[in-house]
């Protein structure tokens, strides 16, 4: 396991960079507006910032802020937190996570 895929798994959630309890929640009228595109793009902004996965090693697509995620992940945990990320970038409705594991 890499250092950054070691903070990406923790369960505890101590203070890192990129803390999952400061990623916020969206929603409002405001994310309603954002074309998919720069959905994807914050997605894999976000992705970046917090995981050993980004959108070179699995696959995002958007559609009317639906976000479907695809491709091959270390672990069960890493896919729960992939789809935690996802859920908390502004303008995401919901999230189909189709990644493999194992």
Same mark, same amino acid.
Do not use: K, Y
């Given at each position: 396991? +890499?250092?950054? =895929?070691?903070?990406?798994?923790?369960?505890? %959630? #101590?203070? *890192?960079?990129?803390?999952?309890?400061?990623? &916020?929640?969206?929603?409002? +009228?405001?994310? =309603?507006?954002?074309?998919?595109?720069?959905? %994807? #793009?914050? *997605?894999?902004?976000?992705?970046?910032?917090? &995981?050993?996965?980004?959108?070179?090693?699995?696959?995002?697509?958007?559609?009317?802020?639906?976000?479907?995620?695809?491709?091959?992940?270390?672990?069960?945990?890493?896919?729960?937190?992939?789809?935690?990320?996802?859920?908390?970038?502004?303008?995401?409705?919901?999230?189909?996570?189709?990644?493999?594991?194992?």
């Amino acid at each position: 396991m +890499t250092e950054r =895929e070691g903070d990406f798994t923790r369960s505890n %959630r #101590e203070e *890192v960079p990129g803390n999952w309890s400061t990623i &916020g929640r969206s929603g409002g +009228t405001d994310a =309603e507006h954002l074309p998919d595109e720069r959905i %994807r #793009e914050d *997605v894999c902004d976000r992705l970046m910032q917090f &995981g050993p996965v980004d959108c070179i090693s699995i696959d995002v697509d958007v559609a009317d802020g639906m976000v479907m995620l695809r491709g091959d992940v270390p672990s069960r945990d890493v896919s729960s937190r992939v789809e935690e990320v996802v859920q908390s970038v502004l303008g995401v409705r919901s999230v189909d996570n189709r990644l493999s594991f194992g």
